[in-house]
């Protein structure tokens, strides 16, 4: 079996080697607005949740915006504190980042004010992905915990194409992906 620990630092690793090699004039043009064949599944109202990038995720923050001014209500993945359970909060307007306060785990997230939302579709951060739907995350288990319990319609993973690794193990608690969006090419729907 796979050390999901050492895959883990290996696609940190490969992720952070290919966004760096990407120039700034041309990362900013990427993932502007979902693919069609994206946007088609998602409903007509439904609530979308993005994530609010890191350094080196691809900027699924973007997606959110595009959303938003469909009409769409924009949620964002909110923790009390680190061990917490991940619930969502309305990100009341994307275009504002100020908005946000950090959380637990250096990422931005809506203060705890905001709205509870239960997103209809999501897209999800990770680290790495297979081209049928398998995902790895960071190894707290969020994402597949939340899904688990509130099963999207769609869960949508947003990533630069070197994170496609077919090796991935995957585990009776790991919930596949619906599809997986990178710069080139949509893998799916599964």
Sequence with gaps: MTDKKALRAELKRRRAEFVAAI???????LFRRPPDAVAALVPEGA?????HEMSGEAPASNYGRWFFERGHRIALPW??????PMLFREWTNPFVDDLLVPDPYAAMQPA??????????MFCPLLGF???GGRIGYGAGHYDTWMSAHPPQFAIGVAWDCQLEEGIPMEDHDIPLS???TPTRLYGPF
């Design 23 to 29: 120039p700034e004039s041309q990362r900013a043009l």
């Design 47 to 51: 609530v979308v949740s993005v994530f």
């Design 79 to 84: 923790f009390a504190g680190r061990g917490t």
């Design 112 to 121: 705890d004010d905001a709205p509870l939302l239960e997103p209809e579709v």
């Design 130 to 132: 297979t081209s049928h």
């Design 179 to 181: 599809a997986v969006v």
